[in-house]
């Protein structure tokens, strides 16, 4: 069976543009409807649908694609982890037209030093986000994020999620945000209850008094 490359992009927030990941990973070999993304979610987290296909997707003797080790994990646990994942299912790494080899002493002391330069770099931006926010606060500029979507188009989104009609990158591109945005708005969604099942109460009819 022929190898393939499967590609993977992220980007921290919303506003940002996959276009510079996805051009850097076509010119790589990887084929456009092969590339999995995830816009709007960190690094740290390692629960991200785009990076869940992505994995899913690779098979024995397939190339998982990446620009930069910062873009498949932001910690030197994570990016460990998915790398031996990797390596386990015999799936090669490749780090910006780099193939990572697990088996090389130098390969692994390069690849520990680029995550733990990604974990640190997170780092600095979670402290300099917090002392930004800090300030922000004290001259009382910060009000909060703003929602991508109403509480009624958010009611209406998981509606249309839970009845089958649109898949999540249909749902985005209808109301014109991103998949994490879409995702987030399903989790908060209420679930519907459940009508009694009046057969497993185990009450008796009632019967009209007779006078």
Excluded: W
């Amino acid at each position: 069976m022929r190898s393939i490359k499967i590609g993977y992009a992220r980007v921290s927030t919303d506003e940002q543009d996959l276009t510079a990941q996805r051009n850097a990973l076509e010119a790589l070999g990887v084929k456009a409807e092969r590339i999995y993304v995830d816009q709007g979610l960190t690094g740290r987290n390692r629960e991200r649908p785009g990076l869940r296909e992505a994995l899913a997707a690779c098979r024995s003797g397939d190339t998982l694609v990446v620009t930069k080790l910062d873009r498949l994990a932001r910690s030197l646990p994570d990016a460990r982890d998915i790398a031996d994942e990797l390596a386990e299912r015999q799936v090669k790494l490749n780090l910006g037209g780099s193939v990572h080899d697990p088996t090389d002493p130098v390969g692994r002391l390069l690849f520990n030093m680029l995550a733990m330069i990604a974990e640190f770099e997170s780092d600095l931006i979670r402290t300099r986000t917090r002392e930004a926010m800090a300030v922000a606060r004290a001259n009382g500029k910060l009000r909060g994020r703003q929602p991508k979507l109403s509480l009624a188009q958010e009611t209406h989104l998981a509606a249309l999620h839970e009845a089958g009609e649109k898949t999540p990158g249909e749902l985005a591109e209808l109301f014109g945000v991103a998949r994490s945005t879409v995702y987030r708005a399903i989790e908060r969604a209420p679930q519907a209850p459940q009508p009694p099942d009046k057969r497993a109460s185990g009450a008796a009819p009632r019967r009209r008094a007779v006078h």
